[in-house]
């Protein structure tokens, strides 16, 4: 008979102790009371990878939190209707799917080198400012091309706007109420949106509408026409902060595990030698031949992944590894210990990028992978992450040793509200050649 009660509670480990260090309860939860467990009454956490697929997958009963970090500004005419919304979803993602990636690589190599390039090197540096930089200007720019230029000052404010409202704080206020964090993120929702307006209003009448996401959100649907302005507009503030927001943090974690392991970077480095001299010749053949490299990058992303913990809500009772979950429960999905169990990844705590590799040095699939989510949910943006993250990775080792400064403690602190981040990382750069 399988079980129906309630997952079970881990001893002293409710809120408290959670708000003084989330990773460690979360691994203490998942060692001691197994796949799923209760953090508090209603609130249970998804630890290894069987009921975090099944949360992730099972959208009808464990449906996202409608709680968009931009939602859609108050006009006169009124929001955007449900058909509108997933007609302006399904045409983003004709602009971010593997093959659109995949065509415009030169441009993405182009911005990442820049970083590389521009690395002073001989000195301790905090690296996550210049990274977040480089990858918002290349983010903007595979979203809107040419136009680029003049969104990217709103678009690094709205990332500010996004780091105030999540910023950690004593008080949870109602949605409803106008604190100071949600007026600033509405000042600059609308900035950005006013400098994207007319963008939009010229490419209609001029009938360039752009090869870039924007002009595929412009283009009419032979089904539904052309998108209204607004709906184009409402859309594109959550993912412009998207396409650089979360790769930056895993590019932290990056950087700092090719500072802790110099063969792996050498072996990026040999790897990363036989692209073109010239970043913008490099093609999508050029970014599949790095295996090891995305090797390394989807090892530091299973250790360390920048989503460590999504939450989902419980729509109606129902099952979960066996136990019976109450309708309007929470569930907090943690692929940072669901790529820990060692069902899935033998001797998971070790940097071991060679398990994403087969004996011949191919890509293989070991096990569970949850860093982008999964399921009718998954991000959108994962095929332009990881060639950002690839390439970037692959243009700093063929460029530098990286190392940390020396000292007992860590140059750096983690940070897991919102995401798993080094917050404060600095790390010295010296040059291969």
């Not at 019976?324 to 899935?344: F, K, M, N, W």
């Given at each position: 008979m399988g079980r129906t009660h309630e997952p079970p509670r881990l001893p002293e480990g409710g809120f408290a102790a959670w708000s003084r260090d989330r990773l460690a309860v979360a691994r203490r939860g998942a060692d001691e009371c197994g796949d799923v467990w209760q953090l508090e009454p209603g609130v249970y956490v998804a630890a290894t990878a069987e009921p975090c697929e099944a949360v992730l997958r099972r959208a009808q009963d464990f449906p996202k939190a409608p709680s968009p970090l931009f939602p859609p500004l108050k006009r006169s005419n009124g929001a955007p209707t449900p058909e509108e919304r997933a007609h302006a979803h399904a045409a983003r993602m004709r602009g971010l799917r593997a093959q659109a990636v995949a065509a415009r690589t030169g441009e993405i190599a182009t911005g990442v080198a820049r970083f590389a390039d521009c690395w002073p090197t001989g000195q301790d540096v905090e690296i996550l400012p210049p990274v977040r930089r480089t990858l918002a200007e290349v983010g903007v720019r595979y979203l809107f091309s040419e136009d680029a230029p003049t969104l990217l000052p709103f678009a690094s404010r709205l990332f500010l706007a996004r780091e105030v409202l999540v910023r950690p704080s004593r008080w949870v206020w109602p949605r409803w109420v106008p604190t100071p964090a949600r007026r600033f993120r509405t000042r600059q929702q609308v900035a950005f949106t006013d400098a994207l307006r007319p963008i939009v209003r010229r490419r209609r009448s001029s009938g360039r509408l752009g090869d870039d996401v924007l002009g595929q959100m412009l283009r009419p649907s032979s089904r539904h026409g052309p998108l209204p302005d607004e709906a184009v507009l409402d859309t594109l503030p959550g993912i412009t902060v998207a396409t650089f927001e979360t790769p930056s943090?895993?590019?932290?974690?990056?950087?700092?595990?090719?500072?802790?392991?110099?063969?792996?970077?050498?072996?990026?480095?040999?790897?990363?030698?036989?692209?073109?001299?010239?970043?913008?010749?490099?093609?999508?053949?050029?970014?599949?031949?790095?295996?090891?490299?995305?090797?390394?990058?989807?090892?530091?992303?299973?250790?360390?992944?920048?989503?460590?913990?999504?939450?989902?809500?419980?729509?109606?009772?129902?099952?979960?590894?066996?136990?019976?979950?109450?309708?309007?429960?929470?569930?907090?999905?943690?692929?940072?210990?669901?790529?820990?169990?060692?069902?899935?990844?033998?001797?998971?705590?070790?940097?071991?990028?060679?398990?994403?590799?087969?004996?011949?040095?191919?890509?293989?699939?070991?096990?569970?992978?949850?860093?982008?989510?999964?399921?009718p949910h998954g991000c959108e943006g994962v095929a332009l992450a990881m060639a950002m993250l690839t390439l970037l990775t692959a243009q700093t080792a063929r460029r530098h040793h990286l190392s940390e400064p020396p000292g007992p403690e860590p140059g750096y602190q983690v940070t897991t509200f919102e995401g798993l981040a080094t917050v404060g990382l600095r790390l010295r750069a010296t040059s291969r050649s």
């Open positions: 943090r895993a590019a932290g974690w990056i950087l700092l595990q090719l500072a802790r392991h110099p063969r792996a970077a050498d072996r990026v480095a040999a790897e990363a030698a036989l692209l073109p001299a010239d970043p913008a010749a490099t093609t999508s053949t050029h970014l599949d031949s790095l295996h090891y490299t995305q090797a390394v990058v989807r090892e530091v992303l299973r250790l360390h992944p920048p989503s460590w913990l999504l939450t989902r809500h419980v729509r109606r009772r129902t099952q979960l590894a066996g136990y019976t979950i109450d309708a309007g429960s929470t569930v907090l999905v943690c692929p940072y210990t669901a790529h820990r169990d060692a069902r899935e990844h033998p001797e998971p705590d070790r940097f071991q990028p060679e398990r994403w590799l087969d004996d011949t040095g191919s890509p293989a699939e070991p096990g569970a992978f949850l860093s982008f989510g999964t399921g």
